[in-house]
């Protein structure tokens, strides 16, 4: 069974540019989650999504940060304009379970490891 | 507000000893908790979870206690090998599957 992917694994940008980040969860599951996860803490949640619709937003920095799933499949994650700040790994997961949060077999990808200079 | 975790840690272990990862959590909503291994450059790997209403599940070498009086998990690792080390999270799942993860701790085994 093929994991979660996430592309690209790496990424250095200026501040003020922008960035998107994909992620392709594994068949068939409904949630889909994207955190931020700072060099020496634990992931923060950014946003929940069941099927193509947001379950949980209430993290993400509106301002700079959007994310879409148009057909309940894959994923993007956009950062524009950039900060320092957010340079971080940003780690997609998804499970099949019917918003319950990651539940045995929950699944995350090995996240895209963004720089901002 | 919203809380998981110890702010340490580091925990250093011999190779054949056990292990115990500890961790508070807040949110007396929970009801259901997960411990996740993260080794360097990989994401979060599930090793164990329980739901609210036991207080100790078992798992292969793993052990995970709850304790919902005082809000505190705890992860036993038997017989701790090279290969354990790596840092642990532990999660809570809140209302709606919003999951939030403590600030980890950082095993290291010594051969």
């Known amino acids: 069974e093929a994991g979660v992917a996430q592309s690209p694994r790496y990424k250095i940008i200026e501040k003020r540019q922008s960035v998107a980040f994909w992620c392709n969860p594994i068949s068939g599951h409904a949630t889909l989650y994207w955190y931020q996860q700072i060099l020496g803490q634990g992931p923060k949640l950014l946003i929940q999504f069941q099927n193509n619709g947001v379950v949980d937003d209430s993290q993400l920095p509106k301002d700079r940060f959007s994310a879409e799933r148009l057909k309940g499949v894959d994923s993007t994650l956009k950062i524009q304009p950039a900060k320092l700040e957010d340079s971080a790994v940003y780690l997609c997961?998804?499970?099949?379970?019917?918003?319950?949060?990651?539940?045995?077999?929950?699944?995350f990808g090995q996240g895209t490891r963004l720089t901002v200079v | 507000g919203e809380s998981v975790g110890l702010h340490l840690p580091t925990l250093s272990v011999q190779e054949g000893d056990n292990s115990i990862i500890n961790c508070a959590y807040s949110?007396?909503?929970?009801?259901?908790f997960i411990w996740y291994k993260q080794e360097s450059g990989k994401g979060p790997q599930f090793i164990i979870d329980?739901?609210?209403?036991?207080d100790k599940r078992q798992g292969q070498r793993v052990t995970v206690l709850l304790n919902k009086t005082v809000k505190h998990l705890s992860l036993q690792i038997a017989a701790t090998q090279p290969g354990d080390s790596a840092v642990y999270f532990c999660a809570e799942t809140l209302r709606g599957g919003k999951l939030i993860f403590g600030q980890g701790t950082e095993l290291s085994v010594k051969p």
């Open positions: 997961a998804s499970t099949g379970g019917r918003g319950r949060g990651p539940r045995v077999g929950a699944f």
């Open positions: 329980i739901r609210s209403n036991m």
């Open positions: 949110n007396s909503a929970s009801d259901y």
